[in-house]
């Protein structure tokens, strides 16, 4: 069973940081891309940021230059580090990755979400 696994969100002040971190864990046999995307109630999820396996990374143009994505291959897992954050980044943050189990096909994975507050 393949699981993604969030953590590091919480509440912080408007211009503080944050750092999020997913692993994927079970029967894994490769992982692909790797992404984080996030929600807010009543409107649909969007990218925040995605990377592949060689480290290629793309932004949404809001957090561009304020957010970073990372990762690594051997312990799979993706970090998000977000700085400057501002009310509007307020939002539950997935974890997403498109990965072959061991005995299945390759196909899109999501984390349960981890929720970030942003106060003013």
């Known amino acids: 069973q393949v699981q993604l696994v969030e953590s590091g969100g ?3 002040q408007a211009g503080g940081s944050l750092r999020l971190s997913c692993a994927a864990s079970g029967s894994i046999f490769s992982i692909s891309a790797m992404g984080w995307y996030r929600q807010v109630p009543g409107k649909q ?22 957010f970073t994505i990372s990762r690594d291959n051997a312990r799979n897992t993706t970090y998000l580090q977000m700085n400057s954050l501002q009310p509007e980044d307020t939002a539950v943050y997935y974890c997403n990755a498109h990965l072959t189990p061991l005995r299945d096909i390759f196909r899109e994975y999501w984390g349960e979400g981890t929720l970030v507050t942003v106060s003013r």
């Open 10 to 12: 919480g509440l912080v």
């Open 45 to 66: 999820r969007e990218m925040v940021a995605i990377i592949t396996r060689a480290g290629v990374s793309n932004y949404a143009v809001s957090v561009e230059g304020r």
